[in-house]
């Protein structure tokens, strides 16, 4: 399941889909291209509306107290947050989301498409705002930066085979040797393509896993 799939099938939970409604929701400091920042300092740029997924066109950039900036219509700026990553699939159970499945992705700094790997982890302890429950989705993907919440996916994010503890995504641009070095350390492979419906240059081809 794709997030254009829960566009169609979730009229009254589709607006969390909407990054910056999002994070005003959640009380960042935020707002759409040509809203001057009230601080300068740096900021995530981001798409309002990705339903292509995978991070694309996300981007780091310096901005100045009471200027406007040239960032393109249809993106917007929020505060930047630091620390580790995290992806957590939730289940609605007696009308409170409960997590069932949680891990951390690792990713060199200033790239944020392509992860070097994911490992699964115990619950991190987060507590989500109250309002998320209202959300009425049978599963949600809830993506971190330390503890704050950058996104919130109507579908489970999950995309470890059953029994992997860590998954290792392979791009277009992956070396042989690497491949060659998954594969002697006995790592299973799994086909899963995507290229964000043509955004990306660098496509995913599968993950390497065990």
Partial sequence: MEDWDTWQSS???RWVLNKLELSLKLGYHCGPAMKPVDKTGDYI???IMNLSGMGIHTRKMFLEE?????????????????????????ALKNK??????????????GEFIHFNYWKRIPYPGFELPEWVNDLGKEKINVEFIGDKIIEIHLRPGDDFPPGASEIHPVWKNTSKEKHLGF?????????????ADGFMTNPRLGFYWR
Wanted: hydrophobic residues 30%; glycine residues 6%.
């Fill in 66 to 90: 009471n200027r406007v900036t040239t960032i393109q219509p249809g993106y917007f700026w929020c505060e930047y947050f630091k620390g580790p990553q995290y992806s957590i699939d939730y």
């Fill in 45 to 47: 740029i981001r798409p």
């Fill in 96 to 109: 409170k989301y409960v997590p069932i499945f949680s891990s951390q992705g690792f990713i060199d700094e």
């Fill in 183 to 195: 594969q002697k350390l006995g790592f299973a492979w799994r086909e899963d393509y995507t290229d």
């Fill in 11 to 13: 009229d009254s939970a």
